[in-house]
């Protein structure tokens, strides 16, 4: 009887082998595939973001995603029945998170998930305190049976956290990377595919939450991505972000933003707003200063757009910087009784007086010259707008940014014919503006802006950004006469651009102070200041152009508070870039006329 028990347990035992074994083999060593091996992405190095001198302004730290398998906190894993509870009040204090969120992600309602990610982006130091946390437990457990180990399912993949060197230095250009690695704004989502490079993978046999170093892993390297070499001059930044920020807290402003362009190449050698934000901790910033409001804010530009109007007449050949314009104190056209922000007794004026002083009738008149009628004087002053860039994006291609608005002259309402000579009823960004200058610095030969120089790949390899696209606007008489006019706006006691004057240099500016359309309301409320210009004014080099939003207190006129902005960061540029003092004198054109 005992032979035979045996004989039909052992037989049993054989058709079970045969069936393990044998018939169901692939299935349970699939299944048996599945529980002892884990895999997980590793994470490529992003490219680094550099100034033009190679100065680090974005960059890339180790750091660790920590992990956690639920399946070895059950109570079939640890013997207790509030493992997850225990881990979480450990970890929660350390990753500085709520320790019943932890709970949920280790007793996941899928009771096979295997893989959870607790914390994304810790610092080494986070993992190490973790780790020691670990091998305590782990050490105490084995000595003590009574003792579980709830922290052996928690585990760690190496990966990378981006740095910001300089704080909110740029932030407005470089943008951030959000929770997924992923560039949210800026430089950093516009070449987030080039800065991203390739994930890897790797797949490695584990038990009780440790790889088993004697069996094979499957790994697919990562592939880090490429480094970025900007326009921008860090030193140059700094000094335009100091500028602006210093201006608008004094003035009480909502916003302002300075740029600092090379006339010759068109790159970008800073773009600064105020206020801004720091990347490091987006925690702490606010969503209204998260952009680049130089280039995704639309405004009216008021008087420094008068540049164009009066390249087109120059360009034209209906006047000359020394016609004679007479400018009465109201002038009656369309619907409006138009006016100069000062009332005055009949002005004499010189084309060039009418930059000078920054009149709006006179520039009403000038443009009218344009064509035998008004409608034909609109078409013609159109087109020089679009050949200077209003209306078009810049050409960097920056997330958010805005063309402006430039209607169709058909489209022009009544009062819009006679304000959009001088920068009412039209609006642009920072950089559009900022380029219109560039334009007539540059001898009339318009180059779309540059950000990037350009960018150096896995293999070590620069590859320069492609050439920027460059258009003839007016001819280069026009753009040399027009720099003549706009020096009289800063050397000229009648100008309205005095506090722009730098000793040493030749100096040519406009200021602008235009009616403010409220975001929050769409109705006009407040002003936008502002003042463009560039220098040597013989020789340029540099263009700089500042604007500030609702100044609401001391002055609000361009000239006195973008002004002084302007020099500052204009001196900073020609001393940084050692650009040598002007040798020849001024034209010094005259700006009124005896009757």
């Known amino acids: 009887m005992v032979g035979l028990a045996l004989t039909l347990v052992l037989g049993a035992f054989v058709v079970r082998l045969l069936q393990v074994q044998a018939v169901d083999a692939s299935t349970y060593a699939a299944k048996a595939e599945q529980n002892r091996y884990v895999g997980y992405t590793l994470a490529a190095e992003r490219g680094g973001i550099t100034d033009r001198d190679g100065v680090a302004l974005a960059t890339s730290e180790d750091a660790y995603d920590i992990t956690a398998d639920p399946t070895l906190f059950t109570r079939k894993q640890l013997k207790i029945d509030d493992g997850p509870e225990q881990a979480a009040a450990l970890l929660a204090p350390i990753l500085g998170q709520d320790q019943e969120a932890i709970v949920q992600k280790l007793r996941p309602k899928d009771k096979k998930l295997r893989y959870v990610l607790l914390a994304s982006r810790r610092t080494p130091q986070v993992w ?63 070449l987030n595919s080039l800065l991203a490079g390739k994930d890897g993978k790797i797949r490695y046999a584990q038990s009780g939450g440790r790889q088993v170093p004697t069996v094979g892993s499957t790994e697919t390297p990562a592939v880090p991505g490429s480094d970025v070499e900007l326009t921008i001059d860090r030193d140059i930044q700094w000094a335009a972000q100091k500028a602006i920020t210093d201006q608008v807290k004094e003035s009480k402003a909502d916003r302002g933003y300075v740029i600092v362009q090379d006339t010759r190449t068109g790159e970008v050698l800073a773009m600064a707003n105020a206020p801004g934000f720091d990347p490091n901790d987006l925690s702490k910033a606010s969503s209204v200063n998260m952009g680049n409001a130089a280039l995704q804010d639309a405004y009216e530009p008021g008087s420094t757009a008068k540049i164009m109007s009066m390249a087109a007449v120059l360009q034209q050949g209906v006047a000359t910087p020394l016609t004679h314009v007479i400018v009465p104190n109201r002038l009656h056209r369309g619907d409006r009784l138009f006016k100069d922000d000062i009332d005055h007794e009949t002005w004499y004026l010189t084309l060039n007086g009418v930059l000078a002083k920054s009149s709006n009738i ?37 997330p958010g940014e805005t063309p402006g608005i430039l209607a169709k002259p058909a489209d022009w309402s009544t009062s819009q014919q006679y304000t959009i000579p001088f920068g009412q009823g039209v609006s642009l960004n920072a950089m559009q503006a900022a380029s219109v200058y560039s334009t007539i610095a540059n001898g009339g030969v318009r180059i779309e802006p540059t950000l990037v120089r350009g960018t150096t790949g896995p293999d070590g390899r620069f590859t320069p950004a492609a050439k920027p696209k460059e258009t003839r606007v007016v001819s280069a008489k026009t753009a040399k006469t027009l720099s003549q006019m706009l020096e009289s706006v800063v050397d000229d006691q009648e100008g309205t651009g005095t506090k722009a004057r730098i000793p040493g240099y030749r100096v040519a500016g406009k200021t602008g102070t235009a009616n403010r359309v409220d975001p929050a309301t769409g109705k006009y409320k407040g002003y936008t200041s502002s003042f463009a210009g560039f220098a040597p004014a013989d020789q340029p080099r540099i263009t700089v152009y500042c604007a500030i939003q609702n100044a609401t207190k001391g002055s609000y006129f361009g000239g006195q508070i973008c002004g002084p902005v302007y020099k500052q960061v204009m001196e900073f540029a020609l001393k940084t870039l050692q650009v040598p003092p002007t040798g020849a004198k001024p034209a010094k054109l005259p700006v009124s006329y005896t009757p």
């Open 128 to 190: 190490k305190q973790i780790k020691d946390l670990k091998s305590a437990l782990a050490a105490k457990a084995e000595t003590d049976p009574g003792t579980a180990n709830v922290l052996g399912g928690v585990l760690s993949v190496p990966t990378t956290k981006r740095v910001y060197p300089n704080g909110d230095l740029a932030a407005g250009i470089l943008g951030w990377v959000n929770a997924d690695g992923k560039g949210g704004g800026g430089v950093e989502q516009e």
């Open 362 to 398: 006179g520039t009403i008149l000038a443009t009218g010259q344009l064509g035998k009628t008004q409608a034909q004087a609109n078409q013609v002053l159109y087109s020089y707008l679009r050949k200077f860039g209003l209306g078009s994006y810049s050409g960097l291609d920056f």
